[in-house]
């Protein structure tokens, strides 16, 4: 390598560093403000990144299961009867997940039948297949079901249930504290005997 080759490598190699420098904010120059990101919504950003394929074999299963649930049947009854419903659900989990969170919480496609009076066995149905998804958000969601005295018993005893299956000891943990229920402290109570 000549002299000049090597001059020329030193001299791109200082102008490379100093404009490093410069770029990294550690010389005074013009400040940029950097907007903080806001945060979006966990089950939104899944939601889009649903095929529309996925998504209405998704909607067209969790429909199936909303009008079983509407007859007069029991809940086992429910649960045989939507065993394809499952299959499709726990076949593609990724996409059923947030849409079974919605309906679970009675949010969006679900918000307009919340009230009616069987809507509960839907979102029960629901629950209980969020203990097989694998996950870690549904947590949250199970854990507000089981904290609200006004929600139904039975939603609030499946929702410990699936949280057991979850293996989420520590909110067993606080929940058995703060519930005053004893129908369903005493399911949590079991459930946290399962892991001992």
Not at 147 to 172: F, G, P
Request: hydrophobic share 40%; aromatic share 8%.
């Amino acid at each position: 390598m000549t002299e000049n080759q090597i001059n020329s490598q030193t001299s791109r190699a200082a102008a490379l560093a100093l404009g490093l420098i410069l770029m990294s904010g550690c010389y005074p120059a013009k400040r940029m403000i950097v907007q903080p990101e806001v945060p979006r919504d966990y089950w939104t950003e899944k939601k889009q990144r649903i095929s529309p394929h996925q998504k209405r074999a998704v909607l067209e299963a969790l429909e199936r299961v909303r009008k079983k649930a509407s007859s007069d049947s029991s809940l086992e009854s429910l649960g045989i009867s939507t065993l394809k419903e499952a299959v499709v659900l726990l076949e593609h989990p990724s996409p059923a997940a947030p849409f079974i969170a919605d309906a679970i919480e009675g949010r969006d496609l679900w918000s307009g039948i919340k009230g009616e009076s069987y809507y509960w066995k839907f979102r029960y149905w629901c629950i209980d297949m969020a203990g097989y998804m694998d996950e870690r958000q549904f947590a949250g969601l199970l854990v507000s079901i089981v904290s609200r005295e006004d929600e139904k018993d039975e939603l609030r005893i499946r929702s410990v249930m699936t949280l057991r299956e979850m293996k989420e000891k520590e909110n067993l943990r606080k929940l058995f504290m703060e519930t005053k229920n004893s129908a369903v402290r005493e399911e949590i109570a079991r459930a946290l005997l399962y892991f001992d």
